[in-house]
Each structure stands twice: as structure tokens, then as C-alpha cells.
């Protein structure tokens, strides 16, 4: 019997119009959650506030109902309820951001983009910058003096410890804090909570038991599994989908403007938007109109590729 307590969610960010790279995400996240006879949560992820506005925050709510993915809580067109939005939840943030501070886990960083670039440190293959802990054994005092004259981030330390869980798509994996990512952080010079902390503090606090999304993210789930270890929460199922990609091999983007809605919904109906995303997961055996919900009855995560999926126009 399915386990009617899932609570599947998308967490858009509306720097842009979504592309189908998106809609590829946001339609899997439906349906595991949907097949689970689970709800379904939409929160905006609007924490850089220069490129995200709420004009553009309604327009992916609206896309994502001419597609047929509905959800049961978060933010809908027309309300703004502050708990479903990033920007208005840093008082939230900062309770834990103390509580961290308070355990003596955090420290200021005052190094530049510069700075750290220039340093011979090492990277991931995907071109993550791994901090090379330059700030984290300034002494008290040093720390003091620097910040009358310094801007700084907060970083969280973090061990020598590998972090391993099952992925719902790609099984067992197992990352280490310090050689993959390094002290990473939690607050920016600017003020703003990370991503990192804002979205583990999000997911567990709105009862996120499952988060699906590209396999870009797929490393971010070892800091954040620690922070929720940290924060005494109780961390989702993650699942992680092969991107789409272009056919010289890069990732769909919005800077690029790769099959976004506003040509997606010129050209197409929804179900064939939807049959066209549903033919390349798998999901069915050739490309026809479908809508969300008929492809519900035989959804099966082992019908979805573990490659990236080529896109072409």
C-alpha cells in the first residue's frame, strides 16, 4: 500500500522562464509523489533577489497549471504566503545560522573570489571550487580585527567524513565532505543565507520527505545531509534524474534560452509538451500527447534512463 504521508515538491528558482530541462524535473517530481498517492509542494527559491522578481515567480506557477502540475501546498498565483519564498524566510534562517554559531561549528571568511581562485586548490571534476580552509584557524582576535575593516562570508566546518545514502535512481553513493567540498557556506558577505542552509532548513520544516531533481545537484546532497544531521531534522529520499542536454553536450540552461515556455506554449499543447518530455524518459514507447496524469498508472523510476538525454529542437 502506498505511504500517503510522501510530500514530493519543486522548488523552482524564477530567474528566468523555465526551459525543458526544467519541466523535465518538475513533471518526475509530480509523478513519483502523484504515483505514491503523496502531495505535492511549490516553493520559490528566490534568494538572489537582483534576478528573481515575483512577476516571474507568477509566470512559472502559470506555466506549470497549463502543464497539468498541480500541487497541494506552497505558493499559488495571486497569494504570497511568505513561508512558501525564500527572500522571506531569513528570520528563519538565522535561528539556525545561531544555533550552528552557538556550537561553535561556523566561522567568518574574509577571502575574496580572487583570492580563492588564485589559490592552488584543488576542484571536482564538474569545475566545483573546493575551499582550501585558509580562514578556518584565524584566532579569535585575528577574526575581530579583520572584520572592522573586512567583508565576510560564514563558513561551516566540516570533517574528514564520507557521506553515503541510497539515490532512488542511482543507488548507493558515497561523497566526503572534505575532499568534495570543503568548509562551503552558509551565510554570504552580503547577508544572504545560502542555498545549502536555506534549502535543508525549507525541506525539513515544510515536511519534504522526497526531492527529486537533476543529477547537477547530486553532490549537494552530502552537505546537506550533514547539515540536517547537525540540525537534529530528518533528511528526504533523494532522487537524481539524468539532465537534457543540447547535442553539442551542454546542459539546457535559461541564460541560454534552450526550448523555454514562451516558445514551448507558441508552438505545442501541453500534452504534447508532456509526451514529448514522458517519450524521453522512458515512459512511453513513442512521442504522442499525453497529459500528466494518464502516465501515472505505469510510472516506473527503472523505465528512466541513468544517461543524459540528448535534446534536439
Sequence with gaps: MADAKICGRFAPSPSGRMHLGNIFCALLAWLSARAQNGSMLLRIEDLDTSRCTEEKARL?????????????????????????????????????????????????????????????????????????????????????????????????????????????????????????????????????????????????????????????LLSSSAPQLYLYRLLGFKPPQFGHLPLLTAPDGRRLAKRDMDLDMGALRSRYTPEEVIGRLAFLAGLIDKEEPVKAAELLPSFDWQKIPKENITVTN
Design 60 to 216: 512559472l506557477m502559470d506555466d506549470l497549471l497549463w502543464l497539468g502540475l498541480d500541487w497541494d501546498s506552497g505558493a499559488f498565483p495571486g497569494k504570497a504566503p511568505d513561508e512558501f519564498y525564500q527572500s522571506r524566510r531569513s528570520g528563519i534562517y538565522k535561528e539556525f545560522f545561531e544555533k550552528l554559531a552557538a556550537q561553535n561549528l561556523i566561522y567568518p571568511c574574509f577571502c575574496s573570489r580572487a583570492e580563492l581562485h588564485a589559490a592552488s586548490a584543488p576542484h571536482t571534476s564538474d569545475g566545483q571550487f573546493i575551499y582550501p580552509g585558509t580562514c578556518r584557524n584565524l584566532t579569535e582576535d585575528e577574526s575581530r580585527s579583520k572584520m572592522q575593516s573586512h567583508k565576510h562570508s560564514w563558513r561551516i566546518k566540516v570533517p574528514d567524513e564520507t557521506i553515503t545514502f541510497n539515490d532512488r535512481h542511482y543507488g548507493r553513493q558515497s561523497l566526503n565532505l572534505a575532499r568534495e567540498w570543503g568548509d562551503f557556506i552558509v551565510r554570504r558577505s552580503d547577508g544572504i543565507y545560502a542555498y545549502q542552509l536555506a534549502v535543508v532548513i525549507d525541506d525539513a520544516l515544510m515536511g519534504v520527505t522526497e526531492v527529486i531533481r537533476g543529477r547537477d
